[in-house]
């Protein structure tokens, strides 16, 4: 029996670890056409704020990116990014229909020690794909990140700062540091205890989680997690409380309008007040505890809220990730 799809964890400031596949292993970038469309794509997006690039390599037929997230939803973001990018990857190589598989993988990562070996397991695997014959090589190399941070190519969008800091506060001495780090890496083959499946694989699969129920440990998992028991736990935890007030919202107001008659009503002022997109400052405050409510807690998309209340989608956006009003409490 097929088990439904578990929904993303996201949130501003999640650290991510992407994958993305070609469709029945097609491949996905076959030129540097292709690759420089994705990764200009790529910087449009951090240049946004949407995103913030620590690590990435772009393989023929898959691609690893390691990000947090910022303005918005990590699925906004690669919707915008893969939706565009086999747009014009269909029309260059006058070919039609889907390119990548239905779901591209994300795994919320522990920062540490997880931002260090991910940026070095992502950036290894050109090199342990035979693409490139030794670290010399990997450093020339144009199509990860790799070759950034040691200094070969430039990509003013990929961070590069956060990943240096933790081999030095000289940019030289932090590039040989963090190149030794990333050849030390080279033996240990491939990792898959690094895609996912939260403590069950730090712990040494299935075999070992086992054992330890049988002694009475229990640990908490998910293979959407890469992180210690804590941590997961605390992720699994805090979804599950958003996820209930969700549900709590939406079986009491369900849909916009119901929201706002709601609102408007419990505030004192109509319904038209609120969609007017006036910037008196009492409207503009009860305005933000809709979209605070609608965005957050309800899940509706900034573009659909924005039409409702008569302002811009970054309008929108703005205020449902500005800091809660205490009013909101009185709805969840």
């Not at 990116?65 to 939706?83: A, E, H, I, N, Y």
Request: glycine share 8%; charged share 25%; hydrophobic share 35%.
């Amino acid at each position: 029996m097929c088990m439904p799809r578990q929904p993303r964890l996201d949130a501003p400031g999640t650290l991510h670890h992407v994958i993305g596949r070609g469709i029945e292993r097609v491949k996905i970038f076959s030129n540097k056409a292709d690759r420089e469309d994705f990764l200009n794509r790529v910087e449009q997006l951090c240049r946004g704020g949407a995103l913030i690039v620590y690590a990435w390599a772009l393989m023929p037929n898959h691609f690893h990116v390691l990000v947090r997230t910022g303005r918005q939803p990590l699925s906004k973001s690669m919707r915008r990014l893969l939706t565009g990018y086999v747009i014009n990857f269909n029309l260059r190589h006058k070919r039609h229909g889907h390119l990548f598989q239905n779901r591209y993988k994300s795994i919320v990562c522990e920062e540490d020690p997880y931002l260090l070996e991910l940026t070095r397991y992502i950036h290894l695997n050109p090199l342990r794909a035979g693409m490139v014959k030794d670290m010399s090589a990997l450093g020339r190399y144009p199509w990860t990140g790799h070759s950034v941070l040691v200094g070969k190519v430039k990509r003013v969008w990929q961070d590069t700062v956060t990943v240096l800091s933790y081999f030095g506060t000289r940019s030289k001495e932090a590039m040989l540091h963090y190149e030794s780090f990333v050849r030390d890496g080279i033996s240990q083959g491939r990792r898959p205890d690094l895609v996912g499946g939260g403590l069950i694989r730090t712990l040494g699969g299935w075999a070992q989680v086992l054992s330890m129920r049988r002694k009475g440990i229990r640990v908490a998992s998910d293979d959407r997690i890469l992180g210690s028991g804590e941590f997961v736990g605390n992720l699994i935890s805090e979804v599950d409380k958003r996820e209930k007030e969700t549900l709590r919202l939406s079986s009491k107001l369900t849909d916009l309008a119901t929201l706002g008659r709601k609102i408007a009503k419990d505030q004192g002022l109509l319904e038209s007040d609120l969609r007017s997109g006036s910037r008196n400052r009492r409207v503009s405050r009860i305005r933000r505890l809709y979209c605070q409510l609608a965005v957050r807690k309800m899940g509706y998309p900034a573009a659909e809220v924005a039409r409702y209340v008569g302002v811009s989608t970054s309008a929108v956006a703005r205020a449902a990730s500005s800091e809660d009003l205490p009013e909101i409490d009185t709805y969840l």
